[in-house]
DNA sequence: CTGAAAGCGCTAACAC
DNA sequence: GTGTTAGCGCTTTCAG
């Protein structure tokens, strides 16, 4: 087990000092000749030098390290954002820690903390929390939060946290409006048991839709799972199973169906045929994330597209920005704009059909 | 920002000495009288003392991390075995470090090269690797490997890493010997692009169940994607769906196809129904992995199932034993039994049921 | 049973 | 443009 060259090695054989080293290490290359650091990239090389990450923390109080926290990464879809959200970090020489909360604000809180004493001062929250209320004396201590899949409002109110998000609204007017196009009149909009911020948002999106089309909204059409029903991230199709049911089950029942996301809308299609009826010849079904799973079920799932990668990326970069105060003070959200994929799973209604 | 008590806040308040607290964190109480010891606690707790994770590294070179390789996240087995890594390591108090490797070599190595260089002395590998050679010198600079994933045995050779596995060979036992039973007697085997190590047993399972019911095994029962098809995890499913496709294209197709995986074994029923074929009236297939999906889809997967709790539990137990020295030399591998599941993309074949 | 003191490898004043 | 040096917070010998 070769013990590792440290700083001083590199100076020795570099035939310089150590602080030169060090200068050179933290891009303050212009406080020395070019000969000099020549010399010491030699030697860096030379030696496999690589500098000693926890040393330099207990100096800088920095760790190229960054928080992920996500619902459940047993749910596609944030397996794809925790891959997507991984690629980005590891450009900027970033890793990433993987936190599964369940949205429980208690395992949030413990994971921050966790985190924060492992010297990590930047997260990134995949998932629209009810709150960030038992984030604040962190951030007050010093951390950086980035919330990933957010609108720039939380309750109504503006948050005051770095954000990132497709912009839901929209998603969710995409999608109402393709089914409108498509001849329905009787859409429903189904979703789990968490009342997240995107979800509200897709919902406002589907009512936008309807109310441009001068269709009349219907409560009866509107149906989520009871919180009793159990976390929804983890069961999210079974979560949108049940949903479609109840709204299936209800007199005049809707011809087509908007899923808060596409594992609900795969749900939503199980219980159009637990009902014998097929999508989307009786019922179409258009989901909200375009999950790579969405294009293997029969039928293909139309869906509206989150650009899941731009995203990532754009959230690290806020992130890293933070970390490297760059951006000091304001706030800043970013809103990507979702679009529509059509597929196989909606058509025109039935009575339109024949 | 307040800035956070340090071991020395806590001695003064205590009324003892910096080493003293520093012994009982470490675990050497019986060096001080209980007293001493209830002083320390009592600071400890006023002051909401946390030690500080770098300084306490630059000392000891211990960080409370373990790395996780997987092939991709994305990938919803993956996901699911992250998760559950992740419970594991989170009762023993470590955090769970990500890398997605695309099972690239060069990026398993650049990861390891990473961790390596924060500090981090446990990772686990969960998928087979192709082989463990690159990761050699960093073993014997002192990194320890878990793989999850993996048989015994490397290409035929005992390897010398610790490993937990499900009995591969047994899940391709199980998956065969249930469609034998329904009858079948045209049985195919498929798998993607890459040549791992539980790819083979599962094979070989699948060659046992065949020899044990006196069926000739038949190569062109027997179709793997090719190797340009691309990357197998993030997109198994099409890797499932284009090697049934191709099964099915040849003559005398099968009755019934063993999956590698159940990613693609979905992938196959798209294939079946591409056809013009239903599953199982036509084809039936069994999967081997058991992920959440497969109970969504229509006909629900019949497959096996891999008790991914547990294995991970096996693995964050064996890695943290060796980190913490408990377990010097000996190489253990521990391998968990699978069991069938029975659902509904299994039947008796069309001959006999007619 | 307790405490003083020497670093772990690095950074960043500050002095030359 | 380059080098000296004082710590960052902790662990651990070694003396008392």
Redesign the interface.
């Known amino acids: ?2 013990t590792r060259p440290r700083i001083s090695d590199v100076a020795i054989l570099a035939g310089t000092s150590v602080s030169t080293v060090s200068n050179l290490l933290n891009g303050r290359s212009n406080r020395m000749s070019r000969e000099t650091v020549l010399r010491i990239e030699a030697a860096i090389g030379k030696l496999d030098y ?6 330099r ?2 100096k800088t109080g920095i ?3 960054v928080g ?1 926290l996500v619902p ?5 879809s ?3 954002m ?2 997507a959200v ?2 980005a970090a590891e450009v900027r020489g970033l ?6 909360t369940l949205r429980d604000p208690d395992r949030e809180r413990r994971y921050t903390s ?2 924060f ?3 990590i001062r930047g997260i990134i929250i995949a998932s629209s929390p009810f709150a960030l209320d038992h984030f604040h004396d962190f951030i ?3 951390l950086s939060i980035v919330v990933l899949d957010l609108g720039a409002t939380l309750d109504g109110v503006e948050i005051s946290i770095d954000s990132v998000s497709v912009d839901n609204r929209t998603a969710g007017y995409l999608a109402t409006r393709h089914l409108i196009e498509l001849g329905h009149t009787r859409i429903g909009y189904i979703s789990g048991a968490t009342a997240t911020v995107s979800r509200q948002e897709r919902q406002g999106g589907y009512l936008d839709a309807l109310k441009e089309a001068g269709i009349a909204t219907n409560a009866d059409l509107i149906a989520a799972t009871p919180a009793a029903f159990g976390f929804d991230d ?2 999210a ?1 079974d979560h949108g ?1 049940s949903a479609a049911t109840e709204l299936l089950g209800r007199p005049e029942r809707p011809t087509g169906i908007v899923a808060f996301n596409d594992m609900h809308a ?2 939503a ?2 219980a159009v ?1 637990d009902m014998g009826l097929t999508v989307p010849r009786d019922i179409s079904v258009v989901g909200i994330d375009d999950i ?2 969405g294009r ?3 039928p293909a799932l139309t869906t509206v597209h989150q650009p899941v990668d731009a995203l990532a990326e754009a959230t690290v970069d806020l992130l890293s920005r933070r970390l490297r105060a760059e951006r000091d003070g304001e706030i800043t959200h970013i809103i990507l704009k979702p679009t529509l994929v059509r597929r196989a799973s909606a058509g025109p209604p039935r009575e339109v059909n024949g």
Chains 1, 2 share one sequence.
């Open positions: 087990m070769a690589r500098p000693h990450w926890a040393a923390q207990l760790v190229p390290i992920l459940s990464v047993a749910n596609p944030h397996g794809d925790a891959r991984e690629v890793q990433v820690v993987l936190g599964n966790n985190l004493d492992l010297g007050e201590r010093g983890t069961n199709a199973r795969l749900g299609c199980a045929r790579l799973l293997l079920f029969e």
